[in-house]
């Protein structure tokens, strides 16, 4: 079996300005689609666009309509398209008290946590780069960024922390 490697050429973790980032390897993302119908049976639930939802062990964030990315076990069931992200995303993990600072240099999006709050996220851009900012608690963020453009992304994200001392 063939061992996944990071595409950070050994930069996987670094703190500044009241900030870390860190990269999270070893998880399992999978893009759902199917009719609407389909999805809640399958999944248990129907998320909206924006906000997390939990089902089964399974993080769910509506990513288009008809679009489910899932964060856990690939589900199966009769009328799924299921297609694997995991190796195609890499993860960051962005924490600590200028976490929302940082956020809101890099992307035109409201970080102000009585608006972002835990569980929402968000599609948007870091360096003319497609991301998904996820808010998993209040000063903790996943960012997924596609593994082409991760390297890009990671040190983007350096420098804006180091412009926050």
């Not at 992200?85 to 993990?93: A, D, E, H, P, V």
């Not at 991760?150 to 994200?157: F, H, N, R």
Request: charged share 20%; with cysteine; hydrophobic share 40%.
């Amino acid at each position: 079996m063939l061992e996944t490697r990071s595409p950070l050429l050994g930069q996987t973790s670094f703190e500044a300005g009241g900030v870390s980032l860190k990269e999270l390897p070893a998880f399992t993302l999978t893009q759902v689609a199917g009719e609407e119908r389909v999805l809640t049976r399958v999944l248990g639930t129907n998320p909206v666009f924006g906000k997390a939802e939990k089902s089964e062990g399974l993080t769910l964030m509506r990513v288009g309509p008809a679009q489910i990315w899932v964060l856990g076990e690939e589900p199966k069931g009769r009328g799924l398209m299921v297609t694997p992200l995991s190796s195609g995303r890499t993860r960051f993990q962005l924490e600590g008290e200028n976490a929302r600072i940082l956020l809101s240099h890099c992307a035109a999006i409201d970080f102000d946590e009585g608006v972002f709050t835990s569980g929402h996220y968000v599609m948007t851009g870091i360096h003319h780069t497609s991301v998904l900012i996820h808010c998993v608690r209040k000063s903790t963020f996943h960012i997924y960024a596609m593994r082409s453009f991760a390297q890009s992304t990671w040190e983007w994200l350096v420098d804006a922390a180091h412009g926050l001392r």
